[in-house]
């Protein structure tokens, strides 16, 4: 079966907007910034895409763009006053960010309680020690079509090949409370193919177009594809040999459809959690 990521997402939607009018019944208006440095035409899209969601939910959003050459201290400056603004729950800086910034150092400004992205190291170690704050989104979303399986996650194995802050290891932690048996694969793991096969759940965030052919996947495994990967002739794929693939797994996400939507759905749940937590 295809998961199919857009519709859950859109149910999703539905279900935050009738929160979002409670909250605003309750005199509480939940709000995110986002915060775009420079004009790198990929980043603009995905924050026009955030602000969008946001307004079609309810949620009160400020978009600020600033030019290229922003220094580092400016840009500091910014957050400070995000943080005080009590119109908002939620901060966001667009990654990457010109190379006169320290991203690092950025994130690690941003308040924790207003990190709905999920990046601040106060929310990973969190999320490291099974204490509650706030998940990045990717890998929220990832769990939710996992879950949207039916599936019960305890005691299955999980591959998740893929070892970045932002999707590999924050999937890894959130299926291991989920009680599956994890095993986090990497560019320099040996035999790939047999590790991947033990998988019940095989979660695919490397950035290599279709590198997880048939052969890689046990029959009747949930295959999670967060690649994103443009082939030369413009096509949009990701990580897994979709068509192949789907004829051995129970369950696939598609790519365009699949994790995608989700991404921007969570990133609106974690504004939300963050508005009723201000109640
Ligand atoms: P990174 O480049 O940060 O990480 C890629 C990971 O894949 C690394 O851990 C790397 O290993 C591993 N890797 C690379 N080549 C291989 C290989 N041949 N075998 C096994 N492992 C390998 O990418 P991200 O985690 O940021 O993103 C992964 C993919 O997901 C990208 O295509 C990205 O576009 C997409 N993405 C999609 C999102 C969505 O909303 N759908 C959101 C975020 C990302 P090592 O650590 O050893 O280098």
Known sequence: MIIDGK???????????????????????????????????????YVRNKHKACEEVGIYSR???LPEDTKEEDLLKLIDELNQDSALDGILVQLPLPKQIDSDKVIERILPSKDVDGFHP???????????????CTPLGILELIKST???????????????????????HLLLQENATVTICHSKTKNLKEVCQRADIL????????????????????????GINRL?????????????????ASYITPVPGGVGPMTITMLLANTLLSAKNRV
């Open 150 to 172: 039916g599936i019960d996650i305890s005691g299955k194995e999980a591959v998740v090949i893929g070892r970045s802050n932002i999707v590999g290891k924050p999937v890894a």
């Open 63 to 65: 978009v600020i763009k």
């Open 203 to 226: 979660v695919a965030a490397i950035g290599k177009p279709q590198l997880i052919t048939a052969d890689y996947v046990k029959g009747g495994a949930v295959v999670i594809d967060v």
């Open 122 to 136: 106060v929310n990973a170690g969190k999320l490291l020690t099974g204490q509650t704050g706030f998940v990045s």
């Open 232 to 248: 030369p002739d413009g096509k949009l794929v990701g990580d897994v040999a979709f068509e192949t693939v789907k004829e051995k």
């Open 7 to 45: 519709a859950l997402a859109k149910q999703k939607r539905a279900e935050m907007a009738q929160i979002v009018q409670e909250l605003k019944a309750m005199g509480v208006t939940p709000g995110l910034a986002v915060v775009l440095v420079g004009e790198d035409p990929a980043s603009e899209i």
